[in-house]
């Protein structure tokens, strides 16, 4: 299956079962959430998941884009992206949980074709709190999969207060076909985690205590950059016809080593969604984000060659991703954002060299040193130690 393809999947699925489809949201949260991006397919239906009636209904389907930058390190490896998409599934008050995991597995099975013995899944084992997920244990077994039991790796929440609850997580084996399933999919990393299913039934309060929800609901996610990954058996998310014109294009225009060239594809695809969402570079908020996304990349994009510009970015990698998300900005106001940022950034690299060329910084900085850099000069703290690997 075609990105498309898994998409209508999974959205007709549920349709077919009573689900009114939901727009994916933007990235940008609502004014009064204190986040500055949306981090999960459930952020932007927290308030119905607590009992506020959705204008849709009871059941919803959406894929709603995300945005995470704990990871950004981590970012150049097979699986992590900064912007990404969740396919979710909801049920606000009207069926439970065994009968969203029948539908996750009957989907994963019938709709997308993964053989039952290549599927895991793991289960809430109990805590101090809460005993065992007994009925989702209970649901996998009639249903013939494998369930490992497990504590704080099983139980969803958003943050230290907040709706929570136990959740179930659906593995598929990927050691290929010559290589039959084995061991469970927290000794063995070859099972990856594919579909969340939660539980939401408690409102944690400050204290630590848990409150019965008045409506317990069901939100389920599955990334679909990993779906794919999987169902058209890639080694990395880079590798999926999402990515097909970013690997077919790129390489031939920068000759970069395979993580570098990840970051690049991955960096620059973010800050044209971010683009596309409104943002646009600044010191605070938002825009921060995006300008630190612009120049990581520009780093890595001139380490080797300081002549590489984004201006040689082909436009049909900005048109295929303002597509792909549905986003009605234009290619040429993202280029345009681009290179502005970039000449910005090719400025500050000229005042950085002359000022740390003096000889008060000829040493190891100190905290000192680099609160002033950053105060007086407006250079950042990782940018300064490039410069000084470099220099």
């Known amino acids: 299956m075609n990105t498309g393809q898994v998409v209508e999947t999974f959205t007709e699925f549920y349709r077919e079962r009573g689900h009114r489809p939901i727009t994916g949201s933007t990235l940008l949260p609502p004014p009064t959430d204190p986040v500055l991006f949306t981090t999960s397919g459930m952020h932007p239906l927290t308030p119905y ?18 945005l995470r930058t704990t990871d950004l390190d981590e970012v150049g490896d097979p699986t992590h992206l900064t912007v990404f998409e969740m396919l ?14 029948r539908w996750g597995h009957e989907l994963l099975r019938d709709g997308f074709g993964i053989p039952q013995e290549r599927l895991y899944v793991t289960v809430f084992g109990g805590d101090d709190q809460v005993g065992p997920d007994a009925q989702s244990l209970r649901t996998w077994q009639e249903l013939g999969l494998p369930v490992e039991q497990t504590g704080d790796e099983n139980w969803w929440s958003n943050g230290p207060v907040g709706p929570c609850g136990p959740d179930s997580e659906i ?141 040689d970015l082909p436009v049909d990698l900005v048109e295929h991703t303002l597509n792909h998300f549905h986003q009605p900005c234009g290619p040429g106001t993202v280029r345009d954002v681009l290179l502005h940022e970039e000449r910005r950034f090719t400025e500050l690299l000229e005042r950085g060299q002359r000022v740390l060329s003096r000889p008060e910084f000829n040493g190891p900085l100190s905290e000192e040193d680099y609160r002033y850099l950053h105060d007086t000069h407006g250079l950042p703290r990782d940018l300064v130690a490039g410069l000084r690997t470099t220099g």
């Open 88 to 101: 979710g599934s909801w049920s606000l008050g009207d069926y439970g949980h065994s009968q969203s995991l």
């Open 171 to 311: 593995f598929v084996w990927t050691g290929g076909p010559d290589t039959p399933p084995q061991g469970t999919p927290t000794t063995d990393p070859r099972w990856v985690e594919i579909w969340n299913h939660v539980h939401m039934r408690y409102h944690r309060h400050e204290d630590g205590t848990l409150e019965p929800l008045r409506q317990p609901g069901i939100d389920t996610g599955m990334g679909l950059e990993r779906l794919l990954t999987v169902l058209q058996g890639c080694r990395s998310v880079y590798e999926t016809d999402l990515f097909e014109p970013w690997t077919r294009l790129l390489p031939r225009l920068w000759d970069l080593d395979e993580r570098s060239m990840r970051l690049l594809h991955d960096h620059l695809r973010s800050s044209i969604v971010v683009i596309g969402d409104g943002v646009r570079p600044s010191n605070t908020g938002r825009g921060y984000v995006l300008r630190r996304l612009i120049r990581r990349l520009l780093t890595t994009l001139r380490r080797d060659d300081p002549s590489r510009t984004l201006s």
């Open 49 to 66: 998941l607590l009992g506020r009636p959705h204008p849709q209904g009871r059941r919803v389907v959406n894929v709603q884009r995300c």
